[in-house]
């Protein structure tokens, strides 16, 4: 206890620190907790700050890679709760179907001492909406995605591109122009999945207010305007020659490369780039995204991810007292944040000193600063219980109507929203 | 005890294990087919799968790839297979027996590791577009990741299958190629009027088998490709497993896994209504 006291009067959230990871150091055991790249990284980070609180539990953490961690939870669930670590990584946006298709797969961390619900208030309301279901809280908000540019200043400025004009994304079309005529189109101004993802799809979505399906999760609304025009403006920027198509593994392979001046991603991005590419250091900048018309909202969400306890943990203690110390404390989220660029979605730390220190790989820009600010202007989508699913639809939906086989972005998205309408049961909005 | 009760009893394990394993899942996927399970507890529904299996474009997508891999792989296959397997019983090949087993070996590789190596092998900066002066997406175009899982079958079976053949060449009565030589029958026609017909049997197993397991294709569409790009190389087996495993959709699953079976029931029966009847 008095190690906890120690820590906690050094720290300005001193008592709210104490009071939070009121747990008994004696505590003893080992846990593994499931996570993914730098997810898995960060949460690695957290573990001497919490053998300092916590010396006798032993942590492992497993990177599975994101896709099979889903997979296997899921299949763990489906076998009835067996082969499950004692805490498990899950995105937001996928949460659900955990919940609702296997309601004692996890622990209800309300039954846990403390309970969760008092941490309620130290986060936004919205990031409990995909981890609750009535009064059953099933995992803690971890990080969140605000989703921003990332460029290379050196490229932009050698083609005479300035980032505070690009407000649009015709000015971004433009400037993938202007950055192809400088460098003998050697570089392009981005990287889209086509055919392995829909994410930019789904970002410039949720920037026009649109998403897979309504905030409530009970309706489709695939085909309203705002995705419209946010599949008009992916088959734009593909059809302009002015970008690369690649998943995760080519677009890391293209920044090191030096072949692409802007990533589009969520913030947790940023570790990514900082721990692939440390020689590009000083190279780098960030600017929000632009809009899909003047004035229009130049902010969305992408990611965010949350930390459940499994029911079948035979160390629930140990393991809840992990997910508080590296969630639910600046201290923690601090950590995964400066190390590997992970967005706080703990109120307290994204109030923290470190958001506004000027950041070097950056070129000593405030990019957390910059990030953080478009947090309020994130529109809201829910990803239901069908998020995988419409996800399925939609990459063969982007892909088909990129290669011509739709006469235009609404018939593309009529005939997934008629799709997406079969493989969940839900209706189609009008 | 009756003495008539004894075989059964021999008997009763295997059947205990049958009822357990075997039975029981086929029995209970037919049920969970016409349940709603996309809600939790599952809800009896009786159209809601089979309905939406007519309904769904993506389903018809599955069917329509592994059936173009059927198409291609398998002729492709058993010719290279029969092809072989002359070769390997030829007296005049040195060292039959290594180049037996070295035929043999792609099965027992393991999947994943030779899938992991057929992903190098075609990615863009990989070997084969090295050796063909190429700069082309294997994997991510539609089409190359179609081919590229059509070779890749194509290497892991052939080598088997040959050696099936090969067992049917050494079971044909050496009088017969002595008669047809008498006759003056060239090899090339001893080949097509004496080997193959003698071989029909086999190669219909071979056919069977080859049919079956492209049907329940999941390995190498899973492992090199993930089914895509897009839905480009996602078989029967794939779509399959997405709707149970990923998308925890048994119902749905178990409705595939029914077509999959009864497409494997006619296409075996048509097979022996058109080759197999003197066998």
């Known amino acids: ?430 | 005890m009756k003495p008539g009760a004894t075989p059964y009893l021999f008997l009763l394990p295997y059947l205990a294990v049958f009822a357990l394993f075997w039975a029981w899942p086929i029995l209970d996927s037919l049920l969970l087919s016409f349940q709603n399970t996309r809600v939790y507890p599952p809800v009896w529904d009786l159209g809601v799968n089979w309905g939406r299996i007519l309904r769904d474009s993506a389903f018809w997508d599955a069917l329509r790839n592994t059936l173009l891999i059927l198409v291609i792989q398998v002729p492709l296959m058993l010719t290279l297979a029969t092809a072989l397997a002359v070769a390997l019983n030829s007296h005049l090949l040195k060292a039959r027996g290594f180049f037996r087993f070295a035929f043999f070996a792609p099965v027992v590789v393991g999947a994943v590791a030779y899938s992991a190596v057929f992903r190098l092998l075609f990615n863009q900066n990989g070997a084969v577009n090295a050796a063909l002066g190429l700069d082309f997406n294997w994997i991510f175009d539609p089409v190359g990741a179609m081919v590229v899982i059509i070779v890749a079958l194509t290497w892991r079976w052939t080598g088997y299958n040959a050696i099936i053949i090969l067992a049917g060449l050494q079971n044909i009565p050496k009088e017969l190629y002595e008669a047809a030589e008498m006759d003056g029958a060239s090899p090339w026609q001893q080949f097509w009027y004496v080997t193959l017909p003698s071989l029909r049997p086999v190669l219909l197993f071979c056919l069977v088998l080859s049919i079956i397991g492209t049907l329940q294709l999941f390995t190498e569409p899973w492992l090199i490709t993930n089914g895509g790009p897009g839905t480009a190389t996602t078989t029967l087996g794939v779509y399959l497993y997405r709707q149970g495993f990923q998308n925890i959709n048994f119902g749905y699953a178990s409705t595939i896994a029914y077509v999959i079976t009864l497409l494997a029931l006619v296409f075996s029966l048509i097979q022996l209504r058109l080759f197999g009847r003197e066998s």
């Open chain 1, 1 to 430: 206890m008095r190690a906890i006291l120690a820590l906690g009067t050094a720290l300005a959230l001193s008592s709210a620190l104490a009071q939070q990871i009121q747990g008994n150091p004696n505590l003893r055991g080992e846990i593994t907790v499931w996570s993914w790249d730098i997810a898995a990284k960060a949460l690695e980070a957290n573990v001497p700050g919490f053998n300092k609180l916590f010396p006798n539990v032993k942590v492992t953490v497993v990177d599975l890679g994101n896709q099979a961690t889903y997979d296997r939870g899921l299949a763990g669930c489906a076998a009835g709760g067996g082969d499950l670590p004692d805490v498990y990584s899950v995105e937001n946006n996928e949460a659900e179907v955990f919940w609702t298709r296997f309601p004692n797969c996890f622990t209800d961390l309300n039954t846990l001492q403390p309970a969760a619900s008092t941490l309620r208030n130290l986060f936004p309301a919205f990031k409990w909406t995909e981890l609750t279901m009535g009064n059953r809280v099933y995992a803690i908000p971890w990080d969140s995605g605000p989703v921003v540019m990332f460029y290379r200043r050196d490229i932009y400025s050698q083609a005479g591109v300035n980032p505070n004009t690009i407000r649009t994304w015709d000015d971004f079309i433009a400037a993938g122009r202007k950055i192809a005529a400088a460098t003998n189109n050697r570089v392009k101004v981005g990287v889209i999945a086509n055919g392995q993802d829909d994410e930019w799809f789904r970002m410039l979505a949720n920037q026009n207010g649109c998403f897979y399906f309504n905030n409530e999760g009970t309706a489709v609304t695939v085909n309203q305007p705002g995705c419209v025009t946010a599949l008009e403006t992916v088959k734009r920027l593909i059809d302009a020659g002015i970008v690369l198509q690649g998943g995760w593994n080519e677009q890391i392979q293209a920044f090191k490369a030096g072949t692409v001046a802007t990533s589009m991603f969520g913030a947790w991005y940023e570790g990514t780039i900082r721990s692939n590419a440390p020689e590009q250091s000083g190279k780098w900048g960030v600017y929000p995204m632009p809009a899909s018309r003047p004035g229009g909202v130049r902010a969305a969400n992408l990611g965010g991810s949350a930390l459940a306890i499994p029911a079948s943990s035979r160390n629930k203690e140990a393991a809840w007292a992990f997910v508080r110390y590296a969630l639910a404390t600046t201290e923690g989220q601090i950590t995964m944040l400066k190390q590997y660029g992970l967005v706080p979605s703990l109120l307290a730390a994204t109030r923290d000193p470190y958001v506004q220190q000027p950041q070097p790989y950056w070129g000593n820009q405030r990019i957390w600063q910059v990030i953080l600010g478009t947090l309020g202007s994130v529109p809201a989508a829910r990803g239901t219980q069908f998020f995988q699913e419409a996800r399925a639809i939609m990459v063969k939906t982007q892909a088909d109507y990129v290669a011509g086989r739709f006469p235009s972005a609404k018939a593309a998205l009529d005939a997934a929203a008629q799709q997406i309408s079969q493989a969940t049961g839900l209706p189609v909005a009008r």
